[in-house]
């Protein structure tokens, strides 16, 4: 794979990760962190053993669509890439929206991740995400407690 070829695969998990939270894909997240770990502001989780999902369904409030009726805009994304050792990092901005039934549209979070990736038998997944928010505005129609 060149490099611009991998830059695009590793830009692409980001991406996914955003369509995956905002259509209310919560299994799926738990697959895309499969052999990875997620670290946000309630510790470590791991993926294999269907951590992510349950941390998620947790936490996050999903409507009667199923979903958590946001958009995560990723911007600002980074990629460097270790060929010898089939590893990358990325860092990257995001900006949470939200809107749902007597809320209004609007930004409720806003921070930064920082990624690390491995190639597995030629393709790039999730080793690690760590989300630092920065800026937190009304969480009360997204998160629980």
């Known amino acids: 794979m060149?490099?611009?070829?991998?830059?695009?695969?590793?830009?692409?998990?980001?991406?996914?990760?955003?369509?995956?939270?905002?259509?209310?894909?919560?299994?799926?997240?738990?697959?895309?962190?499969?052999?990875?770990?997620?670290?946000?502001?309630?510790?470590?989780?791991?993926?294999?053993?269907?951590?992510?999902?349950?941390?998620?369904?947790?936490?996050?409030?999903?409507?009667?669509?199923?979903?958590?009726?946001?958009?995560?805009?990723?911007t600002n994304i980074a990629v460097d890439i270790d060929e010898r050792a089939a590893t990358a990092t990325a860092r990257s901005y995001v900006t949470v929206f939200q809107a749902a039934p007597g809320f209004p549209l609007q930004p409720v979070a806003a921070g930064r991740y920082r990624d690390r990736f491995a190639r597995r038998d030629g393709q790039w997944r999730f080793a690690e995400r760590r989300i630092d928010i920065h800026l937190v505005g009304d969480v009360s129609h997204h998160l629980r407690g």
């Open 2 to 74: 060149s490099t611009a070829a991998d830059t695009r695969a590793i830009t692409n998990l980001i991406a996914t990760y955003a369509e995956l939270v905002d259509t209310g894909d919560l299994a799926g997240l738990n697959e895309l962190f499969a052999e990875g770990v997620f670290i946000g502001s309630r510790g470590a989780v791991q993926g294999h053993d269907g951590g992510v999902e349950r941390m998620l369904r947790d936490t996050v409030i999903l409507y009667e669509d199923g979903t958590p009726r946001t958009h995560h805009v990723t």
